[in-house]
């Protein structure tokens, strides 16, 4: 059925993956890097503005992807993970969670996705994302036993609109 005069198509949801800006990077000698080394505590930081096509009230899901190359079987990395949404004018806090455990496990080379959930009744149209994922290298648990890298860096998804 053809679209008559006067009448338009309901805007259908879709589902909308894009890349969250590094705030904070790891430097190594004089290179600035998306790695987490073993043995000590490192943190890596992203950040984006809630998307103007986000439908109201849905989730928003955070995910990056993570490798390690070096440690045989399936070791586990230590993660904690720190989320704040504000609007402008706002105090930035850890209002979303602050330090939650999300430990992964990481076999050999293999490419695993660590993810985390904003409920979308915590967020704002207009608001600002803050992410910041802490590998607890030096951590008793975290039996990885070498660097864990951070692929393609940081992605949010979330349900759009549908609007083009």
Known sequence: MGEEEGYSAPEVPVMRKIAMAPTILNVIGTKATVRWIDGVTWSLRWGAPVPLDWVEGTNIVLGVLCVQVDTDGSPTAVFKSSIQVASAGETMDMNIEDLAPCNLVLPKSAHVALSRTIPGVEVEPGAFIDWA????????????????????????????????
């Not at 590998?135 to 083009?164: K, L, P, Q």
Request: aromatic content about 18%; charged content about 20%; proline content about 0%.
């Open 133 to 164: 994922l802490y590998r607890y290298g030096g951590d008793a648990v975290d039996t990885v036993n070498s660097t864990v890298y951070c692929i393609f860096g940081a992605w949010m998804e979330y349900t759009a609109t549908g609007d083009e």
